[in-house]
């Protein structure tokens, strides 16, 4: 697996706001399918969010309307912008990358891929949402 880094997690109060980063410059493919992952203390992990080959997004439904994904293509870096967080989006984050898997399907179905077969995967961000 090629190691992508990510950044941008920290402890907020909430209704508070983060931008998580993923830098992907050891990853030469910038059309490669894009996505968020993320797990809580205690439960499995889940997509958050993801850009596929064809550009598509694609959100978890408990976080449609507050987070937003994007690329920038010019430095091979993923975001993930978070509005209005609730505790129940704690978590460590983490960034993934494949050529071949679209991540919006695992997105949109709850499901998850076989991390270990990923061609990017990253050590995590740490997001912390209390009072």
């Known amino acids: 697996q090629v190691p992508l880094v990510e950044s941008g997690g920290g402890s907020v109060q909430p209704g508070g706001s983060l931008r998580l980063s993923c830098a992907a410059s050891g990853y030469t493919s910038s059309s490669d399918s894009m996505a968020w992952f993320r797990q809580a203390p205690g439960k499995s992990r889940e997509g958050v969010a993801a850009?596929?080959?064809?550009?598509?997004?694609h959100y978890a439904r408990s976080v449609k309307g507050r987070f937003v994904i994007s690329k920038d293509d010019a430095t091979n870096t993923l975001h993930l912008q978070m509005n209005n967080l609730k505790p129940e989006d704690t978590g460590r984050y983490y960034c993934?990358?494949?050529?071949?898997?679209?991540?919006?399907?695992?997105?949109?179905?709850?499901?998850?891929?076989?991390?270990?077969?990923?061609?990017?995967w990253g050590q995590g961000t740490l997001v912390t949402v209390s009072s």
């Open positions: 850009i596929d080959h064809d550009g598509s997004l």
């Open positions: 993934a990358a494949d050529s071949l898997i679209r991540f919006g399907y695992y997105v949109d179905n709850g499901k998850q891929p076989d991390y270990n077969s990923l061609h990017g």
